[in-house]
Every structure is written in C-alpha cells, then in structure tokens.
Nanobody, 117 residues
Framework: QVQLVESGGGLVQAGGSLRLSCAASGSIFSIFAMGWYRQAPGKQRELVAAITSGGSTNYADSVKGRFTISRDNAKNTAYLQMNSLKPEDTAVYYC???????????WGKGTLVTVSS
C-alpha cells in the first residue's frame, strides 16, 4: 500500500510559478512510475506529466516547455514545477504512483491550483 500526499497548490497570477510536491509513504518509492494528473471543473482527468522509475519523462502537449516533473527517490517525493502558468491550468492536481505490471495504482487526494488572469 502507498499513501500519497500532495502539497504546493494555491492561487497564482497568470505568468507565475508553483511547485507541487507529492510525498509517498508505505512502500518502495523508487519502483513506481509517478504521474501528475489534473481535473478542471466539468472536464475529465488528464495526464499532465509522468516520470518512470528510470527517470524518463513525458508531458501533455499543453504543458511542454512550461512544466517539469522530477523525483527524489531518497526523499520519496515527486515534484511538478509549473512555470508560465495560464488560467487554463486551473484544476485540481493529483499525484499518481503506478506499477501496473503488478496491478499497483495509487492516487493522492489532490491539491487545487487556481491561476487568475
């Protein structure tokens, strides 16, 4: 079992930056692929960025060049650095830890990011 706790959300003006953190506990963090998803009001949850256990990353087209995902296995924490924020980035951001080959998939409760114009 893995527990995930997100932090770092808040209210920011367009063009600003935020750094989200996802602290994991309960299992071996390094074996999991980590992802950040977001869900805006009235929309489906979507993948924002992901990082494999080996450090490979991928991003949604809408955030490429603005967001950076990283992980610190020594601290059992994943991060999402968000720069040049836009109002359309407003959403609840969720952390995900997955090792699907063994059926492990965990979610945090989310942190709200609001970008004002």
């Amino acid at each position: 079992q893995v527990q995930l706790v997100e932090s770092g959300g808040g209210l920011v003006q367009a063009g600003g930056s935020l750094r989200l953190s996802c602290a994991a506990s309960g299992s071996i963090f390094s074996i999991f692929a980590m992802g950040w998803y977001r869900q805006a009001p009235g929309k489906q949850r979507e993948l924002v960025a992901a990082i494999t256990s080996g450090g490979s990353t991928n991003y949604a087209d809408s955030v490429k060049g603005r967001f950076t995902i990283s992980r610190d296995n020594a601290k059992n924490t994943a991060y999402l650095q968000m720069n040049s924020l836009k109002p359309e980035d407003t959403a609840v951001y969720y952390c995900n830890a997955a090792r699907l080959v063994v059926g492990m998939n965990y979610w945090g409760k989310g942190t709200l990011v609001t970008v004002s114009s």
